[in-house]
């Protein structure tokens, strides 16, 4: 038994699962293209505060992909749950693409890397300084043999004042790629920077320029990711998109029924809630290669609960309790991250993930698992 606060300060008892629910690794799903957006795992005893260089423990980060590939996902490095402009900097970003991609190569994992324009600070410059900081970073992702996720720009979105800036930079962008790329659409819930991107802040006028781009280079869009967390308009997107184009759903609130689909087809996931829920995930859409729909939703709908938690407003601080839950199941020896994001969220919204995961059965020590949130809550003053 352990005793959990809410949000009043209240204490509860709950009773934690004695037996684990492993999934054993397998192959990557054949129906839809998963990948997981990674976290990396800080270094303890290096510069975790917000004031300097990301320190990270290489070893653990690399470990952790290793496990998502195990299971037969995808994983996309360096993105926003890499914490990109949330601690780790671009120098950190080059180094981890580089040494995510050889460690792809070495066990034949799926790879994409997140190129963006985070090396710039404000004043920004011009567009020129936009697409030299996009190039720069894309010639880091190419010549490491990974492709290119085209992360939205901090300093793009600064001074677009319409939609023809962002017209000219992708353009000039799409044209020069050696291979096609998956254009990243990031909602302001998870960077309020992104506010009004692709030039408008009318969802509708912005998925216009978005399309017209994506028309215009078909054969250089690999596909869509989208991270608006509106269903509705992820799947009116996904019918407009060219054909041979995906569109990769991360909505981290709706990816049950994104991932399924209907008449008119249906999402591929690049999400940063399957970092903690990989193997289930991949098993769920195992279901679904062949046909077992109901089986494919009784596995994920359960998840949604967690993950709507994790991604509470303020939806940045997500990266929070997924570091949370890698250190519970035991995939990393401590609870730090860069930049000092392990702050980011109070104790209360830490114990009500730890027993929304541990409900689903995702840790493979439940006993590890409370142990370790027990130390966390006497930190915090709450003993047994």
Known sequence: MIRLPDATGALRPYQPRRTAAPLPPGPPPASRTLFAAAHVVADPFGNTTPYGPAGLDWEATLAFR???WAHGLGVAEAMDTAQRG????WPAAAELVRRSTAEARAVGGRLV????TDQLTPPYGGLEAVTAAYEEQLAVVEAAGARAVLMGSRALAALATGPEPYEEVYGGLLRQTAAPVILHWLGPMFDPALEGYWGSTDVDAATGTLLRIVAAHPDKVDGVKVSLLDAGHERELRRR????VRCYTGDDLHYPGLVEGDGHGHSDALL???????PLAAHAVRRLDHGDRRGFRALLDPT???ARHLFAPPTRCYKTGIVLLAW???HQGHFAMVGGLHAARPLPHLARAYELADALGLFPDPEAAEARMAALLAVHGVER
């Open 113 to 116: 890397c997140g190129a963006g």
């Open 66 to 68: 290793r496990h998502l």
């Open 241 to 244: 998109l060219p054909p041979g």
């Open 86 to 89: 949330t601690g780790l900097d």
């Open 328 to 330: 519970l199941a035991g």
């Open 304 to 306: 949604v609960e967690l």
């Open 272 to 278: 940063g809630v399957l970092d903690p829920l990989g």
